[in-house]
């Protein structure tokens, strides 16, 4: 009977202090979560872009066949990515038409996704029509 008081004793006098690191996990502290790690979210994206360029070079419709993708980031985890397109070829009076192409298209791109990656949920796409870049007035010395 001593010896277990003694053992409880010892137990309250490190209950004593309260610390702001109580009740968590020590295994999840000061590391980041396993889906926000830069090396696995970079190869993620990277896999995306080449499955989602194959998609679009695939594509039956010319418009889409020609939109090349200029990147692919988590936005703002990797439960869904942003994919970033270059319109420049695209005439003013055709983006709303192509917003609708992409939407119908996302399904697609998803389900191709869904096949060639390793993960549990194929993260959401949400497409961003970039515009080019204005040509640069040569500077003459």
């Known amino acids: 009977m001593n010896r277990s008081k003694n053992a409880r004793d010892a137990w309250r006098s490190l209950c004593a202090d309260l610390r702001e690191d109580d009740g ?5 502290t000061d590391s980041q ?3 926000n790690h830069p090396r696995i979210a970079g190869r993620l994206c990277k896999q995306v872009e080449r499955i989602i360029q194959l998609a679009l070079q695939g594509s039956a419709d010319d418009q889409l066949r020609e939109l090349p993708v200029t990147g692919v980031e988590p936005a703002p985890d990797l439960t869904r990515l942003q994919v970033s397109l270059d319109c420049s070829a695209v005439a003013m009076q055709d983006i709303a038409p192509l917003r ?3 939407a119908r298209f996302a399904g697609f791109v998803r389900s ?12 959401a796409l949400v497409f961003v029509l970039m515009p080019g870049r204005p040509p640069q007035e040569e500077v003459q010395p």
């Open 100 to 102: 609708d192409k992409l």
């Open 33 to 35: 979560p396993h889906d």
């Open 112 to 123: 191709e996704i869904a096949r060639e990656i390793n993960r549990k949920r194929t993260p």
């Open 24 to 28: 968590t996990d020590p295994r999840k």
